[in-house]
């Protein structure tokens, strides 16, 4: 069983930077991170194959402004957000999964979650 371990959230306001980490306890294949904001379904934000290539993907709304990269010899993922907008804000999660799957995007494909970081943008 992998245990992943989340930090780096906070407030921040409207055009402000976040960097978010996620060290996982084991190998992972790839990793994502999703967010929930209140009322709404957990999206997609960033994914990485990081035992692959490292090929990155991103959720239109995030494109130019969010980059997720991989450090293997931490075993940790970073999420690094600029420009953040307070749509923004949500609880963020992040997640990863030991096989292949091309659809990066897909919740239930991924078998290990973290517990969650409040991310909060004010206007």
């Known amino acids: 069983q992998v245990q992943l371990v989340e930090s780096g959230g906070g407030s921040v306001e409207a055009g402000g930077s976040l960097k978010l980490s996620c060290t996982a306890s084991?190998?992972?294949?790839?990793s994502a991170w999703f967010r929930q904001a209140p009322g709404k379904e957990r999206e997609a934000v960033a994914g990485?194959?990081?035992?692959?290539?490292?090929?990155?993907y991103y959720a239109e709304s995030v494109k130019g402004r969010f980059t997720i990269s991989v450090d293997n010899a931490k075993n940790t993922v970073y999420l690094q957000m600029n420009s953040l907008k307070p749509e923004d804000t949500a609880v963020y999660y992040c997640?990863?999964?030991?096989?292949?799957?091309?659809?990066?995007?897909?919740?239930?494909?991924?078998?290990?979650w973290g517990q969650g970081t409040q991310v909060t943008v004010s206007s």
């Open positions: 997640a990863a999964r030991d096989s292949y799957d091309s659809r990066w995007w897909f919740r239930a494909t991924y078998k290990y």
């Open positions: 084991g190998y992972t294949y790839s």
């Open positions: 990485i194959y990081t035992a692959r290539d490292g090929a990155t």
